[in-house]
Every structure is written in structure tokens, then in C-alpha cells.
């Protein structure tokens, strides 16, 4: 499947490494990951190279092409929660799905519409170990294409 | 008309004596702001008193309910991308709008979806000045009116 994995390029990075171990696992299992670039530790200067406009533009033709956005949402980032909830208030017309990821630990200080979330379409994940993450998104999106 | 003004409650408040400045001019103009009590100091400890299940519902229940999304982002934060998101997706099913605020000098730090946006039903204004980001503010409304 392609996949729009997000995670916040400005925000707090306290996630990446785990981004990163999921993105690896992904490919491994034959997905697509255009976003890939995104998760690299000079992803806010490589971007700066285009306009803002520019950015958004390329993402959201990214995000109509895919079949699922996965976002990591333990940075709490306006971008991450503009694509879930972008994704999802269209989804009535489209057959996307959302799996959203944050770390457990950060619960508390984190929106909460992203552990009280409770829409149809998306999949919520609380997670403690990247391994273990990797593992239950390839469980959903095994569920999700069958 | 019934304003939903969304803020962030755990993210950066930087913004939130512009957005309380902006309520008052709202309410004053004769316009209803259910979401007023997000810009009280106390917020997330008021907040704390519901499931982020229980946030989550209101705050939809509200989103559905009003004629016309205000957001201010510079805070850049998850809930308020998720509601902006979330309102333009639905877009084609509804009449609503947004209007998308920020502060001209965070324009470095946050989202490039901020600026960035070129969504036909979304209106962005960048400002200095919490005066003046009323006044552009009640042009807006006044335009979406008639």
C-alpha cells in the first residue's frame, strides 16, 4: 500500500526514532513510504529549500494519492493534526484510513483529541516500544486490506 | 453567527491574550463564542475534570454546530491543526469556513501548513497587532455574511 507516514518536521522530535524503526519495517513489508525524507535529522532545512506553499501543496496531492496515513502524533504538531483530521473529515468520501501512534508516556501532555479520538475510520495506538509499534501497525494494515 | 475559536489549551499560549482581545470584539460585535472558557488561564486544569474521550465529543459536537471556524495557530499545535483539517476536509459537505490566524514573527517555528495553506475555503491572516487582528477579523465575518 502507499503510505503517508507523518511525523512533525518543526514540532517535537521525540519520536522520529521510532518513526524511523516503523518506516524501515513498512518497506520491509512492501509498502511505499513517500514521506520517508521527512523522518532524516535535516528534514526542516532540506524543506526550507521550497515555499510553504510549495510544501503544502506537494502534501496534499501525497495525501490524496495514499491509502493510509499513518501519523506519529507524540509531538502534537498543528501539521500531524491537520492531516488526521483533514484525511478523516473527508473520508466519507474517500475509502482512506487513519492509524494514529503516540507514546504512551507523553499522554498527559499531548492533545487530547489524540488518545480521545474516537472516529470510525481512525486506529489509535498507544505505543511503549518501537518494535512492538511496528508490529501492531502491520497487524492493522493487514486487517485494513483484507 | 456561532464561532467555534479554537486555541490551544496544552500547547505554546503564546497567543492567548490576542485570541481573549478577539473573543471580546467577537461577543461585542453580537457574535456567539462557545469555546470562550479555552482562553481562561485555568484551561487544562478545568479540562482535566473530563475524559480527553469526553473533550473530544464536545469539542466536535461544537465544530458541527457552528458557522465559522476561527484558529489561532501560532501556538502550532495538534488540536487546532486537527479542527482546521478536519473543517476544510468536511468542506464540500457543509458551509462552513476558516479562518486561520497566526503571528507574523512565528512564522519561522511553526507549521509551513500555516502559511502555506491555499484551501479555497480558508481564510489566513498573519498579524502584528491584536487590534488590528480583530478588526481584519470582523471584515472577514462580515464578508462570509453577506
Redesign the interface.
Known amino acids: 500500500m502507499h503510505i503517508y507516514l507523518a511525523c512533525?518536521?518543526?514540532?517535537d522530535r521525540v519520536a522520529v526514532e521510532a518513526a524511523r524503526v516503523l518506516c524501515a519495517r513498512l518497506e520491509e513489508a512492501g509498502h511505499t513510504v513517500p514521506t520517508k525524507h521527512l523522518l532524516a535529522d535535516d528534514a526542516d532545512a532540506s524543506?526550507a529549500a521550497l515555499?510553504?506553499?510549495?510544501?503544502?501543496?506537494r502534501?496534499m496531492a501525497r495525501l490524496e494519492r495514499c491509502d493510509v496515513l499513518i501519523a506519529e502524533?507524540s509531538g502534537?504538531?498543528?501539521?500531524?493534526?491537520?492531516?488526521?483530521?483533514?484525511?478523516?473529515?473527508?473520508?466519507?468520501?474517500t475509502t482512506k484510513r487513519v492509524v494514529l501512534l503516540y507514546k504512551q508516556d507523553r499522554e498527559d501532555?499531548?492533545?487530547?483529541?489524540?488518545?480521545?479520538?474516537?472516529h470510525p475510520r481512525c486506529t489509535t495506538i498507544a505505543y511503549n516500544d518501537p518494535g512492538e509499534l511496528a508490529e501492531k501497525v502491520l497487524a492493522v494494515l493487514d486487517d485494513v486490506r483484507s
Open positions: 512533525t518536521v518543526r514540532g524543506e515555499t510553504a506553499r510549495a510544501v503544502y501543496e502534501d502524533a502534537s504538531s498543528y501539521g500531524v493534526g491537520f492531516e488526521v483530521g483533514y484525511v478523516l473529515g473527508r473520508s466519507a468520501a501532555r499531548i492533545s487530547r483529541f489524540i488518545p480521545g479520538i474516537t
